[in-house]
């Protein structure tokens, strides 16, 4: 018997399975097997009876559907069972249970391979779909263990990281003795990131192998091992590896130190802050937050401020020598909070023109923009010292201001005090340029505080994410979307649009139609397909069928990804005309947008 077209049956009905019986009624791919199975069923009457059930499956609806297509899954695989070899040659032995055990979930058959998919292969738009995936909570499930475990030794370093990071600790210590199975301390990135992962899960667990590693381990997981030590006992240890010629194992074991509350660590940190020179050998000590080394930073801060300016720029060599050394130093300041800190900045700030003078010709201004990044960070009171001469500022500068302003939480405050900047862009008379430059200072400083464009069609973001741009978006003062409408910054609208607004509505559509009838399609065509579909578009369906056949017609297949992950987002009304699409389009597009259209359709909301 030839079983060519059986397997081919044997393809599809897996294919809709996994999509659903919702979408198997009127599936095209199955309908194009009836007639070659009826003409089979001219010499064989099992093809005929095959070609019958095919037709029911075809011929049904939502409710008949399931039925139809588990009749056909039966009889395609009973028949080819039939033609099959079945069981295995040798002597059978119990499994090894290890750890208290998982179950597998109630995971979709679709998300597990495409996770699975993107866990076993190489290629770009695997990192987006697992952050993607996360957020639809597949893990921890015993079928993806393996692959995610063989994910650690990927080439792409990226997934190999979201893997150690964020996936396989959800397994908890269960996982402990399969890492050890693959675990060579002798090894590459992979094993380095095994053991960061040991450690992650059974901190306990894995110091015994830790201290092992020290001993004889490849350099890579040597520095992984030095940067998981917390013990005070490892400080004489650490502080040897602080000396070591390699930088990388210099930053893991001051990395540590900094960790460590220990005060003979504290002391070390100390004594090598205050030694003369660059400092940046010891740029990951200066993070400690212990006390005494948080003071002694500080004051180093302040003397090493003097010594700028007390340095004359024509002694090239001590003049690049401190300039390095603020820059190290204030650079130690990020992310820290403390009234200590707070001090200090607010010390600094109005030196800013004499530090940047110190600084010289070709300094660009390193450290006052650096005391102003820092006190965007610090307190609301550095905030509104800055915020206070955002009239007086350069772009980057400006820049630093609104992110302050946007941080302190008062939409209304931040509109009345920058929108001034939108305004000059179009009525400026002089040094119009520069009016431009700081409109879109603005601009970039909201975009970047909602998270909404990404220009890149890679950058698809998940559900979780869509919900915090939502929320960001939301928490913008509404004055600034009919302000963008007004000056047409298609920026601002592709971040701020929202439901219900016409205005925003009709320049997102005049824009799209724009871009598609141009001769090549750009980066931010994405950007305005998401605000579209964010802000609830009355014809975002539509309109997104429309862009599907512009990529199909352009050949631009790479877009495909993205395009398929706003289809779960449309109304359920949209799916006679996403079926009507999937019957227009190759057989290979067409494969790329089922799932998304089986998922619009099962969805229960």
Not at 102 to 107: C, F, G, S
Not at 452 to 466: D, G, L, M, P, S
Not at 472 to 481: G, S
Request: proline share 4%; net charge neutral; with cysteine.
């Amino acid at each position: 018997m030839s079983i060519a077209v059986l397997a081919q049956v044997y393809d599809e009905v897996r294919r809709l399975s996994i999509a659903g019986s919702s979408v198997a009624p009127g599936d095209f791919r199955l309908k194009k097997l009836i007639a070659p199975l009826e003409k089979s069923g001219e010499k064989a009457p099992v093809f005929k009876k095959v070609a019958e059930t095919v037709s029911k499956v075809v011929e049904s609806n939502e409710a008949t559907s399931a039925e139809a297509l588990l009749d056909l899954s039966t009889l395609i695989n009973a028949i080819l069972y039939t033609q099959g070899e079945v069981g295995a040659e040798g002597d059978l032995e119990p499994v090894e249970k290890i750890g208290a055990g998982l179950l597998p979930k109630r995971t979709p058959a679709s998300l597990m391979k495409s996770v699975a998919t993107a866990l076993t292969t190489t290629g770009s738009g695997r990192l987006e779909l697992l952050q993607e995936s996360l957020a639809q909570d597949p893990f921890p499930d015993p079928r993806l263990l393996g692959p995610a475990i063989d994910a650690l030794d990927g080439s792409y370093y990226e997934v190999g990281d979201l893997v150690e990071q964020s996936i396989l600790p959800q397994y908890g210590k269960s996982i402990v003795p399969i890492v050890l199975e693959k675990f060579d301390p002798k090894g590459g990135a992979g094993d380095a990131r095994r053991l960061s992962l040991l450690h992650r899960v059974d901190p306990e667990g894995a110091e015994s192998i830790i201290h092992k590693v020290l001993e004889d381990g490849s350099s890579e997981v040597k520095i992984v091992a030095i940067s998981k030590l917390r013990d005070p006992k490892s400080v004489s240890f650490l502080i040897e590896q602080s000396k070591a010629k390699a930088a990388k194992v210099r930053d893991a074991a001051f990395s540590a130190l900094a960790e460590i509350n220990s005060e003979d660590a504290a002391k070390y940190l100390i004594e090598r802050m205050q030694e003369k020179g660059h400092l940046r050998t010891v740029r990951e000590g200066l993070k400690s937050r212990h006390p005494k080394a948080v003071k002694a930073l500080l004051d180093e801060v302040r003397k090493a401020w003097q010594t700028l300016l007390d340095t004359k720029e024509s002694d090239k060599k001590a003049h690049e020598a401190a300039h390095t050394r603020l820059v190290t130093l204030l650079a130690a300041l990020e992310d820290r909070t403390d009234k200590g800190t707070e001090t200090l900045l607010l010390e600094l700030f109005p030196q800013r023109a004499a530090i940047t003078k110190a600084e010289g010709k070709n300094s660009a201004k390193t450290c006052s923009d650096c005391i102003m990044a820092r006190m965007a960070q610090c307190s609301d009171k550095t905030r509104d010292r800055l915020i206070a001469e955002h009239e007086s500022y350069e772009d980057y500068e400006l820049s630093m201001a609104a992110q302050a302003a946007l941080r302190q939480g008062t939409p209304a405050k931040f509109y009345e005090t920058f929108h001034v900047y939108l305004e000059n862009a179009k009525t400026a008379k002089t040094k119009k340029r520069i009016a431009q430059s700081k409109a879109e200072t603005i601009t970039q400083a909201i975009c970047h505080e909602v998270g909404a464009v990404y220009h890149y069609w890679y950058h698809i973001i998940n559900k979780e994410r869509e919900q915090e741009v939502i929320k960001q978006r939301d928490k913008i003062d509404p004055r600034w979307l009919d302000l963008a409408v007004k000056h047409e910054n298609m920026d601002l609208i592709y971040a701020l649009a929202r439901p219900g607004h016409s205005s925003a509505h009709k320049k997102l559509e005049a824009e799209l139609k724009k871009r598609l009838k141009a001769k090549k399609v750009d980066y931010q065509l994405m950007d305005v397909v998401s605000a579209i579909v964010r802000s609830k578009h009355p014809d975002t369906a539509d309109l997104l069928i429309e862009t599907i056949r512009s990529a199909s017609k352009r050949g631009t297949s790479y877009y495909t990804y993205a395009l398929a992950h706003f289809i779960p987002a449309l109304d359920k009304s949209a799916l006679p005309k996403l079926e009507a699409l999937l019957s227009e389009l190759p057989d290979g597009e067409a494969d790329r947008y089922v799932m998304a259209v089986a998922e619009l359709k099962n969805r229960r909301n």
